[in-house]
């Protein structure tokens, strides 16, 4: 049976906008974007999120790994630790906003296994403790016209 990936990833990063969304672009905290799903709904499963900069083929190799296996019947909440996606630590799952929805943020410690709630957490994977909105260096004002 073909596996076919039936959901988007929208990169929400420096110098990329979310068209669907409707978010203008603006500036990432060095090191953090916002890379999301949309169409997970269909499977009555939350969206994925990743912040960390990851080089983009990446951050999808790890959305659409889990997307898949949502797709196969696994049911993932807020707490999960999701273990496969790297040989040697385990990713975790948490709640966080996006654009007005809640989603799964796909946390990624860092490399002494250390999640961001730990003081020690090293720069950039402490940022995944941020909400969407905190990513943002420098929110852009709407320019007024008067
Ligand atoms: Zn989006």
């Not at 799903?37 to 959305?63: F, M, S």
């Not at 709640?95 to 990624?108: A, H």
């Not at 957490?121 to 320019?143: G, K, W």
Request: charged share 25%; glycine share 6%; with cysteine.
């Amino acid at each position: 049976m073909k596996r076919k990936i039936d959901w988007i990833i929208h990169a929400v990063s420096n110098g990329i906008a979310c068209a669907d969304c409707g978010k203008i672009e603006k500036s990432f905290i060095p090191g953090a974007c916002n890379f999301h799903t949309h169409g997970l709904a269909k499977y009555g499963h939350p969206d994925l999120q990743i912040v960390i900069e990851y080089p983009p083929q990446e951050i999808a190799r790890i959305l659409n790994t889990i997307g898949l296996r949502v797709q196969d019947g696994a049911r993932f909440s807020a707490g999960d630790l999701i273990q496969g996606i790297y040989e040697d630590c385990d990713v975790r799952l948490d709640t966080f906003e996006e654009t007005g929805r809640n989603v799964l943020r796909v946390i990624i410690p860092d490399k002494f296994n250390r999640y961001p709630e730990d003081p020690n957490c090293e720069y950039p994977y402490n940022l995944q403790a941020f909400p969407t909105e905190m990513l943002l260096d420098a929110p852009s004002q709407p320019m007024t016209m008067s």
